[in-house]
């Protein structure tokens, strides 16, 4: 096969890779990355395989898992909370997996599958989420068929029990938004009250880098009362929200009155209430968005805002 013919199998099998690597690492960045060092060890190999996607897959999941490994010992030290990279669109698409590729996209997901060991991380990716056998799946994590079929049992039993019971539908949930963005945009608590559960919880993920709520904040009446004090001060700095899907739940771009990012957030919605609302705000994680804010000068204009004479 010629280099070119290779590529060519490689670009369209590159959507997979990426989807594949993004749900190991939780990173664009390190998605992207370990997808280009498949591209380079499939470049140079001297022997096309009889499979190009079981191949593919398995070398960018062999990658993914190292990556993994080491990742984990930098988030040890992580400031603040630590949130996987918002994503707006899947671009791997797989009809007959479309339930499940929806599902394991989710901030609910990414962070549940973080809880799991590498291995048992990529075998339930590989099983799972995109189907592929325990054979290939033994093959691309170098372990047997049989404790394959055990690792996919222990991670299947940590996802589900950590799943929600009842989802909200996709219009109920798109219905709520609306709603919750009016509420922040006219700072109306008596909404939020309403949309809020008891125990909501407001994340988010600055890394050091940027303004966030460090602590976090939790409970209705709490999270209403900074929602609905915050957002109408954004307003005056020319501060914008660009509601859209991230991570295949309602959430929104934040933007500057230029069109930069200055963070994401989601909302995860269940039982016709939002139970958690997650911001990334840290720069190295907005990138693949588009130009990024300077976050802390924007926090010093929003504390100028603030001010009694303004």
């Not at 960018?60 to 994503?87: C, F, H, K, Q």
């Not at 050091?208 to 602590?215: D, L, N, Q, V």
């Not at 957002?231 to 771009?253: H, M, S, W």
């Not at 200055?262 to 705000?281: C, H």
């Amino acid at each position: 096969m010629s280099r070119l013919s290779r590529g060519e199998g490689f670009e369209q099998l590159r959507p997979l890779l990426f989807s594949i690597a993004y749900r190991i690492l939780g990173s664009v960045t390190e998605a992207e990355d370990a997808v280009q060092e498949t591209w380079l060890r499939y470049e140079s190999s001297p022997t096309q395989p009889t499979s190009i996607k079981a191949f593919l897959s398995a070398v960018v999941t062999r990658i993914s898992i190292d990556v993994l490994r080491s990742a984990r010992l930098r988030r040890e030290t992580y400031v603040g909370p630590w949130l996987p990279d918002p994503l707006l669109t899947d671009p791997y698409e797989d009809p007959a997996r479309s339930a499940e590729l929806a599902e394991s996209l989710s901030m609910t997901a990414l962070l549940l599958l973080e809880q799991l060991s590498p291995l048992e991380r990529a075998v339930f990716v590989l099983r799972d989420v995109f189907g592929f056998d325990f054979a290939e799946i033994a093959s691309a994590v170098g372990r047997s068929e049989a404790a394959c079929r055990q690792l996919a049992v222990r991670a299947r039993r940590h996802m589900d029990d950590g799943r929600p019971r009842f989802e909200a539908d996709r219009r109920e949930r798109e219905t709520l938004a609306a709603r919750f963005f009016d509420a922040i945009r006219d700072g109306d608590v008596d909404e939020l009250r309403q949309l809020l559960a008891a125990d909501v919880q407001m994340i988010g993920d600055g890394g050091g880098k940027a303004p966030a709520f460090a602590k976090g904040v939790t409970g209705v009446d709490n999270v209403a009362r900074v929602l609905a004090s915050f957002f109408p001060l954004l307003t005056k700095i020319d501060v914008g929200l660009e509601p859209r899907e991230v991570n295949g739940q309602p959430g929104a771009i934040v933007r500057d009155r230029d069109g930069k990012v200055i963070g994401t957030f989601t909302l995860d919605i269940l039982d016709g209430q939002v139970q958690a609302i997650r911001s990334v705000l840290n720069p190295d994680k907005l990138g693949h968005l588009g130009p990024v804010a300077d976050a802390w000068a924007l926090s010093r204009e929003l504390n100028q805002a603030r001010r009694p004479n303004n």
